[in-house]
């Protein structure tokens, strides 16, 4: 058998006539964030904590290790470990979040298995602005509920992608399709959350022409237990480049809410590393972040 790599940094592991080669690659940003009415950091499960400053520090760091092998018949098999931390991870749980998938790719496209998948109707949503996002696209995906998933396959041919996943045990599981035109792309997915019985439909429409970029993205979904999941959400974004800066502008709506979220943010190429913020409204409260990002 051959082994083969998919990334930039390899360690070579050696034990008796047995070798293993193992890859890492990651990204980490710094810096700091503003909410006028305090920050709040999600807990393990999602659910905010107390408010607290209404500015302090920020870091993530996400990295991932990939060990692949591939057979005489031409599959490629591997695993993936994912190691992410961030401030509000070590704040309220025990510090660091650790998944881990295995996947086999060939001529039928990829087929994943293992925690830390998100679901295929996660893939294709509006980019956010700022460092680590001030929260534009959250409001824009209001009604884009989604499941979770534990399985996925993914597919592509030409211009075209397919892809699908499910929770195995939830029962959750969401479809999509995308076709690449060139100067522009749409990408549709649908989604089913089982345990509020939520189905959810959502497009995304981008493209560019020469500096100028800029997407679309509309949700909408229906719920038979829970009025509240009930509505339609959307936003845009536009990002202008020019040399190393690029100036970005986002807004965003949803059903229910009394004022709409908006932002503007830039960020300027460093050669390695990225120096980027934003500001804007969002939930009716400024919020702002500020900082540099890197992948290694």
Request: overall charge negative; hydrophobic content about 40%.
């Given at each position: 058998?051959?082994?083969?790599?998919?990334?930039?940094?390899?360690l070579?592991?050696?034990?008796g006539?047995?070798?293993?080669?193992?890859?890492?690659?990651?990204?980490?940003?710094?810096?700091?964030?503003?909410?006028?009415?305090?920050?709040?950091?999600?807990?393990?499960?999602?659910?905010?904590?107390?408010?607290?400053?209404?500015?302090?520090?920020w870091?993530?760091?996400?990295?991932?290790?990939?060990?692949?092998?591939?057979t005489?018949?031409?599959?490629?098999?591997?695993?993936?470990?994912?190691?992410?931390?961030?401030?509000?991870?070590?704040?309220n749980?025990a510090?660091?979040?650790?998944?881990?998938?295995?996947?086999?790719?060939?001529?039928?496209?990829?087929?994943?298995?293992?925690?830390?998948?998100?679901?295929?109707?996660?893939?294709?949503?509006?980019?956010?602005?700022g460092?680590?996002?001030?929260?534009?696209?959250?409001?824009?995906?209001?009604?884009?509920y989604?499941?979770?998933?534990?399985?996925?396959?993914?597919?592509?041919?030409?211009?075209?992608?397919?892809?699908?996943?499910?929770?195995?045990?939830?029962?959750d599981?969401?479809?999509?399709?995308?076709?690449?035109?060139?100067?522009?792309a749409?990408?549709?997915?649908?989604?089913?959350?089982?345990?509020?019985?939520?189905?959810?439909?959502?497009?995304?429409?981008?493209?560019s022409?020469?500096?100028?970029?800029?997407?679309?993205?509309?949700?909408?979904?229906d719920?038979?237990?829970?009025?509240?999941?009930?509505?339609?959400?959307?936003?845009?974004?536009?990002?202008?480049?020019t040399?190393?800066?690029?100036?970005?502008?986002?807004?965003?709506?949803?059903?229910?809410?009394?004022?709409?979220?908006?932002?503007?943010?830039a960020?300027?190429?460093?050669?390695?590393?990225?120096?980027?913020?934003?500001?804007?409204?969002?939930?009716?409260?400024?919020?702002?972040?500020?900082?540099?990002?890197?992948k290694?």
């Amino acid at each position: 058998m051959k082994k083969v790599l998919f990334a930039t940094t390899a360690l070579v592991l050696s034990a008796g006539f047995a070798s293993a080669e193992i890859t890492m690659s990651g990204s980490a940003n710094m810096g700091i964030k503003h909410a006028e009415n305090g920050l709040s950091w999600a807990d393990g499960d999602g659910n905010a904590a107390t408010r607290g400053k209404d500015t302090a520090g920020w870091y993530e760091i996400d990295i991932d290790v990939v060990g692949t092998t591939e057979t005489d018949s031409g599959l490629t098999f591997g695993a993936r470990i994912q190691l992410d931390s961030d401030y509000s991870t070590v704040l309220n749980t025990a510090g660091t979040d650790i998944n881990g998938n295995v996947f086999v790719s060939g001529a039928f496209g990829t087929f994943n298995i293992g925690s830390g998948l998100d679901p295929v109707s996660d893939d294709d949503t509006l980019s956010d602005i700022g460092l680590d996002g001030i929260g534009t696209d959250n409001v824009a995906e209001t009604f884009a509920y989604k499941g979770a998933a534990d399985a996925r396959w993914d597919y592509s041919v030409g211009a075209l992608t397919l892809g699908a996943s499910v929770h195995t045990i939830q029962e959750d599981y969401a479809v999509k399709v995308g076709y690449d035109f060139g100067t522009a792309a749409i990408a549709v997915a649908y989604d089913h959350d089982e345990a509020s019985d939520t189905d959810t439909v959502q497009a995304k429409l981008s493209g560019s022409m020469g500096a100028v970029s800029g997407q679309i993205f509309y949700a909408t979904s229906d719920s038979s237990t829970t009025a509240a999941n009930d509505g339609d959400s959307y936003g845009v974004y536009a990002a202008y480049k020019t040399g190393a800066l690029t100036l970005s502008a986002s807004y965003a709506d949803a059903d229910g809410l009394a004022d709409a979220a908006y932002g503007i943010g830039a960020a300027y190429d460093l050669g390695g590393a990225t120096l980027a913020g934003g500001i804007g409204s969002v939930n009716d409260e400024t919020v702002a972040d500020f900082g540099v990002s890197f992948k290694f």
